[in-house]
């Protein structure tokens, strides 16, 4: 099965700041990628999907690149609403595995 | 409006049985590939297991093949979960969620439900 790694696993920033959030592929997932957002106590929320194509509604500071095996998620100005624990997802084929999720705060 | 809404969970001994079930509104139910995700305590999140449209396949991560059971009824516009043999690391809240767009392939998850609780302790 291919496994997601996402880096790092815990990050504190200013607000301002620009965040970077990466999720490597043991093997090649094409764009079939996805970064969701879950706030403390709540459920998961679609922020992109295709690896790069932001979901409706979701601010323009929020972007993700890559193809194949390495993928990442910026936050271009850190909000303090951005605190959440941000989890990467394949979606090309079962299982449809989450990376381990990367916690940010704010300094 | 688009909303999923979970039931079933509970305090449930090891050994135990449970079936989750999550009530669908506001979209054509039967045309989406659905889903299960559940989350541990304080741990990640973990995709459990999909089912097509019109049921003819199903998929289940390793940890839990051959004791979980997904199932739907796309009369009631209804996702099952049945949990067999629980254990104490099945211990989670369980999210149903539905893919994004009407199709036999995969897609991203675009709408979640707010999860129900399952407990097992002795």
């Known amino acids: 099965d291919i496994q997601l790694t996402q880096s790092p696993s815990s990050l504190s920033a200013s607000v301002g700041d620009r965040v970077t959030i990466t999720c490597r592929a043991s093997?090649?997932?094409?764009?079939?990628l996805a970064w969701y957002q879950q706030k403390l106590g709540k459920a998961p929320k679609l922020l992109i999907y295709?690896?790069?194509t932001l979901q409706s509604g979701v601010p323009s500071r929020f972007s993700g690149s890559g193809s194949g095996t390495d993928f990442t998620l910026t936050i271009s100005s850190l909000q303090p609403e951005d605190v959440a624990t941000y989890y990467c997802?394949?979606?090309?084929?079962?299982?449809?595995?989450f990376g381990q999720g990367t916690k940010v705060e704010i300094k | 409006e688009v909303q999923l809404v979970e039931s079933g969970g509970g305090l449930v001994r090891p050994g135990g049985s449970l079936r989750l079930s999550c009530a669908a509104s506001?979209?054509?139910?039967?045309?989406?590939?659905m889903n299960w995700v559940r989350q541990a305590p304080g741990k990640g999140l973990e995709w459990v297991s999909s089912?097509?449209?019109?049921?003819?396949?199903?998929y289940y991560a390793d940890s839990v093949k051959g004791r979980l059971t997904i199932s739907r009824d796309n009369a009631k516009n209804s996702l099952y979960l049945q949990i067999n043999t629980l254990r104490a690391e099945d211990t989670a809240v369980y999210y149903c969620?539905?893919?994004?767009?009407?199709?036999?392939?995969?897609?991203?998850?675009?709408?979640w439900g707010q999860g129900t609780l399952v407990t097992v302790s002795s």
């Open positions: 969620a539905r893919d994004s767009r009407q199709s036999g392939s995969y897609f991203e998850l675009d709408y």
């Open positions: 506001g979209f054509a139910f039967s045309s989406y590939t």
């Open positions: 089912i097509s449209m019109s049921s003819s396949f199903t």
């Open positions: 093997q090649g997932i094409n764009h079939y």
């Open positions: 295709a690896a790069s």
């Open positions: 997802q394949k979606y090309n084929s079962a299982p449809r595995t």
